[in-house]
């Protein structure tokens, strides 16, 4: 499954939609302005939330936390002691752990979980200028989780000024 991301800067109060392969729109990631924190709502084509994406408030390292219904899904931050410098940490709520590894701004980049790839998020494919894939390799990977993952790496290292 692939995903298309209009690559913008992720500011709060922005909106955009990402696409299947066929040009559908399948989600709307719906920056939300005046908050305290940065947020984000991960929404179906129906307007369904999916996905709630905020920042922790009063964390020592910047950190994103991704819910569903209200629930704890995800929390991701920079890994320590990485010799990667963009090298991601996303703690899953049943204690499993996905690596983000890769050119985070160059939007070339992949998850794993055990060193098994989930997804792929990459602008080679693509020649549409300003978009990137987020490619969902495995069947049963949840796909709003992991363009969440996406999302919220690329707000936490746009944030961090990180270079390649």
Not at 20 to 36: C, H, I, N, S, W
Not at 80 to 89: A, C, I
Request: aromatic residues 6%.
């Amino acid at each position: 499954m692939r995903f298309l991301v209009r690559d913008r800067i992720l500011g709060i109060g922005d909106d955009w939609w990402i696409e299947d392969e066929q040009g559908r729109q399948v989600y709307l990631v719906d920056g939300k302005a005046m908050r305290l924190r940065d947020t984000f709502e991960l929404k179906d084509a129906q307007g369904r939330v999916l996905i709630d994406i905020h920042q922790k408030m009063f964390a020592l390292r910047d950190t994103m936390v991704i819910e569903r219904d209200g629930e704890p899904l995800a929390r991701i931050r920079r890994k320590r002691l990485s010799l990667l410098r963009n090298h991601y940490r996303v703690s899953l709520a049943d204690g499993t752990e996905l690596d983000v590894s890769g050119k985070i701004l160059d939007r070339e980049f992949a998850v794993e979980y055990e060193g098994e790839l989930l997804a792929v998020i990459s602008r080679r494919w693509l020649s549409v200028r300003d978009t990137y894939g987020v490619d969902v390799v495995r069947e049963d990977a949840d796909p709003a989780l992991l363009i969440a993952v996406a999302v919220c790496v690329i707000h936490l290292a746009e944030k961090e000024g990180e270079g390649d």
